[in-house]
Every structure is written in C-alpha cells, then in structure tokens.
C-alpha cells in the first residue's frame, strides 16, 4: 500500500449547542479520540491540516487553528497547513492525503472546529460583529441587500431548480427527513426524534424555498480526522480505510458572481481520478448545510440525471438506511449539527468500518463518497476499505 | 423598506459601483482592450489580463435569473419578507448583481421577468435596487 493515503484514526468531541467547553478543550478531545482510535501516540503524530484556519474576526466559526494544535499538542510537524481558499472544507483531508502520498508527512491530524453557538451566546467573550458598517470583500456585494446569509444565496438556485426542474417542497423535504430518522438512531447527534412531513411543511419560512428544517444550525463540536500514509499503516492499529481518489473545485471566489453548480465538475472529476464506478458506491454523506445541496451531489456524481435529484430523493425511501442508496446516516448537518464538512468523512469511515450501531448500513459497505460544499466550492472523497 | 443598509467601505476598485447613482448611473468595470466586463470591479481584467480597465455605463436593464423571498429578520430594524434577486444585466454579459427587487408584491416576482435599476441612497452610498418593467 505504499504511494497511498489512509484514515487511520476518527474522533468528535461532545456535539452540543452552547457548550461551555472551550474550542481548543472540544478539539483535544477529539483528537484524543482519534488519535487512540488509531493506535497511535502524539510523538507519531508529523503533520496538521484544518478548514479554514483560525478565523478570529468570524467568532465561533474557527476559533482553533494550526498553531494552537501544534502548541498544545507539542507537535513536531513537517508539513502543516490551514486555508480558506482550499476547495473546500474537505479540501483539508484531501491535502493531507497529497501529503502523506508525496512522502511529506507520515501521519495527520486534520481537524474542524466550530463554536458558533458558543460564541453567539456569549457576547462577553466574543463581542458581536458589527456587519453593517465598513464592509469590504465579498459580502459586500450581497449584504447590503439583506443577504446575509448562504441560507438566502443558496435558496435562489434552489428555486431555479424547482423552477427549472419542478422540485417540489415535499421532494426537497426529505434531506430533513432522513437526516433526523437516522439522527435519531445516533446517540451524538444533536437531533433526537425524527421529524414528520407535516411539520416540515407548517414550519416558518426562512428564505424560500428554504424553511426552517432545510437550514442546518450553530453547533459546537470538533472533529478530526487523521490521515496516514500507505507505509506508516504498520503503526496503525485500526481497520483503515483507503482515500481513494480525491477532488474539489471553486467556481468563483465572488461567490455572487458564481451559479451554484461547483458539485458538477467535482462530480466529474472524482471518477476520472479512480477505476471505481458510481455503481461501486454503497452510501454517500453529501453536504446539506442547506437541503438543496445534496440534490446537487446526486446530480453531480451521477447518481441521476442533471435535473434529476429530487425525483430520485422522492418518498426518501431510496436514501433511506435500507435503501439502496443510503445518505446521511448520520444525521448530516440538519440532524447530527453543522459539524461544517468533517462529519461528512468522519461518518464514511465509522460506516465502512462496521461501526455504525443502530444506524450501520447492513450488507458489508465497503465504498463511501462524502463531500463538502456544493455551491460556489466543492470537495469530494471517495473512500474504500479495499 | 426603510432599514439601514451595510455601510460599504469604499476604495479606488469599488467607489465608481457604490456612487455612480448620484448621477443616475449604473457603473460596471470593463476592459478597454477586449470590451469584457469585470465584476466585482478589480484592476486586472479577468478575460484579457490587460490592465486598462474603467468603470463604463451600462443602461440598467436587465432580467432576474433567480430569486427568493427571505422571510427572516437578519437585522431587528429589518422589514419581511422581501426580494433578493440575481439580475442579469442585458448590455454587461456575465455580470450578475445581487439586488433587491422593489415596487411590487413580493409573489409578483418571477424568473425572467423584467426589471431595471432604481438607485436608493443611505449615506453617501447608492444602492442599486430593480423594479419590474411591464
């Protein structure tokens, strides 16, 4: 297995909503988690990658970056990295899987963390962010008009799909619906009860035809994810699964200017950089930060046809755990929480291991896409335990 | 809708977008030597690379390419729901402003409709908003 990259190790720390943990305290137990999942010791550990890096001026979306690992940790790394304008926030396992592969390191510790919620709820410690005054870059081009949200930039090309296409509300809905059935069968998601199409349909609108359950909300939680290389595999004492082939893209950085549709060309990439098929696939975990945004993995994978991806989530019974396709079985970011990317690859590998307890797909999985983004970003793994 | 708007920091990339309504007009960057537009407005044209680049009128009409009716309040003094569109501007291909439509009903909007841009002004900015054409 030489010249190939490997999960060897995953781990989350406790995945709430205002945790009063600290970010760096949630992100060392999650890699002491994983770093044991993988037999593996810290003074093994050579190399650190994270999405987006350490973002003070966003409050809870990045608090903990490279250097805060590295310090506590006490690493020595050789090769090391944490960048927004990756791919996409998967984008961060994909370099570590170049790494390892090129001889740059032998084991990473890649890693998210999110406070979000945290930090919304306590202002004294991370004063709110006056986002109407001297705004510059991006936001804006979209801010000034209300749009301060993705729930609202990714909502237009959902209703040009529905326009386009004729998506319905009840097709769109059952990404929520299955995210919260297997939520509920995962005792970390924040999720516990399943959610019924008619609550769904009564529930408020937030920005059409996006309601409440179709948003995925501020979590705190830190997840990693430790990548190692073919020939370090000796010093790894659990099932590893291999990174098969990796891809992302970015459409535009001016994400106003972009149409939404980078999971198509990911999509495509993916399978040219394996012998793997999209009939080898036995279950996907698509990002759906928004519920629209797996529509756009099944189409851009080809799974179904470019307009295609609602008919094919329809009644949910096809995605469902004993489906033939089954999705999110961990909840995703609707019902697990907004874990922003990390869950998507941490759930492909506690899947393919057999792991999964009440929610394990049955029939021996053995290959898994996760993703990350799908609008104006994507990144996508394939991962087999081949 | 009447709620104070994001204060844009202007500078020598942005100013020309963020204040050509003062006179009435929509301001879009475009390249001297190859005619494509540049947006949002940088130094460097993104089609040729070539650096003669200047702010150049564009008519203001347009259609909306998509939309949705945001119906949360972002902001406490903001008023829901209303329309956040994507408009394509007809004489500045492959420029899309996202934009407020305004003037009408929020479920009188549609894909494709036609609109053209009405300037509101807060603070030494103006925002260039769109109305329906009939």
Redesign the interface.
Known sequence: MAGEAFISGVGMSEVGVRLTRSPLGLTMDAIREAVADAGLTLAQIDGVSTYPGKMPSFLGFSPIGVDEVIEACGLKTRWHTGAAEATAQLGAIADAAAAVKAGLARHVICFRTVYEAAALARPEAFPPLERRRDVTGNSQWVSPFGAFSAACWTAQFATRHMKRYGMTREQLAQIALNDHRNAALNPRAIVKQPLSLDTYMAARMISTPFCLYDCDRFTDASTVVIVSAGEALDEVTSTPVRIAATAGSVERYSWDQAEWASAYPTGRDLWRNTDYTVDDVDLVQFYDGFAFQPITWLEGLGFCEVGEGHRFIEGGTRIALDGELPMNTGGGQLGWGRLHGFGFAYEAVIQLRGQGGARQVQGDPQVAVATSGGGPMAAALLLARD | ?T???????L?DD?RAFWTGGREGRLLIHRCNDCHGFI??PREVCRHCQSENVAPHVVSGAGRI????????K??PD?EV??V???VALDDAP???????IVGCPVDAV??DDRVRVVFEEQDG?W?P?FEKVD
């Open positions: 809708m709620w104070q708007r994001s204060r844009i920091r500078d942005n947006h949002p390419d998509t939309y949705t009716v945001n119906h949360q972002w902001a903001m729901p209303f956040i569109a994507r492959g420029v899309y402003l996202t934009t407020n549609d894909i900015i925002y908003l």
